[in-house]
């Protein structure tokens, strides 16, 4: 079975830090994968897509990296409106699968 | 502007069955794989299943803690996709969330299924 390993599951940042997550597949997935933020009570967000491409008006501080099994979301200056849980989701095989999550609080 | 929203959560027994409906607007409903989520109280997200579009044969698949009791399916003449859940367990108690396309881009708010006795 597919599976997406993310790390960590949960991280203390401040306002203006760099923060990078990680998912890593059992399998390669080519760039069939997704990031999306989850704040409480609320819908997934998409913020990225194809591994690297922001959906559109997303901020620009998010970004994404990685193909096959190695794949990366980087927030480059952390915002108060950041402080969320963080989920890759992979698409490529019949089953879809996501990530643990992690979780973003404030240090 | 593309919209989803999801109806027909509640409160069912163990056992019990319960058809969600997911309604899409601001798009080609019949031109998108529809994908159907869940996340229990406290927990994170997982996949339940989808279908694919009509022109990909309408085929669905379904997460293996599902399979055989839910079941996807689609009008687009009424741009409404359908989660029929049967022999409920409590296990399945969760918030429900419709998604549009294979690369899930749009979601619904999400509706409440609770299953207890």
């Known amino acids: 079975d597919m599976q997406m390993t993310q790390s960590p599951s949960s991280l203390s940042a401040s306002v203006g830090d760099r923060v990078t997550i990680t998912c890593r597949a059992s399998q390669d997935i080519r760039n069939d994968l997704g990031w999306y933020q989850q704040k409480p009570g609320k819908a997934p967000k998409r913020l990225i897509y194809g591994a690297s491409t922001l959906q559109g008006g997303v901020p620009s501080r998010f970004s994404g990296s990685g193909y096959g099994t190695e794949f990366t979301l980087t927030i480059s200056s952390l915002q108060p409106e950041d402080f969320a849980t963080y989920y890759c989701?992979?698409?490529?095989?019949?089953?879809?699968?996501f990530g643990g999550g992690t979780k973003v609080e404030i240090k | 502007e593309v919209q989803m929203e999801e109806s027909g959560g509640g409160l069912v027994q163990p056992g019990g069955s319960l058809r969600l409906s997911c309604t899409g607007s601001?798009?080609?409903?019949?031109?998108?794989?529809m994908n159907w989520f869940r996340q229990a109280p406290g927990k994170g997200l997982e996949w339940v299943g989808f279908?694919?579009?009509?022109?990909?044969?309408?085929?669905?698949e379904y997460a293996a803690s599902v399979r055989g009791r839910f079941s996807v399916s689609r009008d687009d003449s009424a741009t409404i996709a359908h989660l029929q859940m049967n022999s409920l367990k409590t296990e399945d108690t969760a918030v429900y969330y419709c998604?549009?396309?294979?690369?899930?881009?749009?979601w619904g708010q999400g509706v409440l299924v609770t299953v207890s006795s």
């Open positions: 601001g798009f080609t409903f019949g031109d998108y794989a």
């Open positions: 989701l992979q698409h490529n095989a019949y089953v879809l699968t």
């Open positions: 279908i694919r579009r009509k022109a990909y044969g309408g085929t669905t």
């Open positions: 998604a549009r396309d294979e690369a899930p881009d749009y």
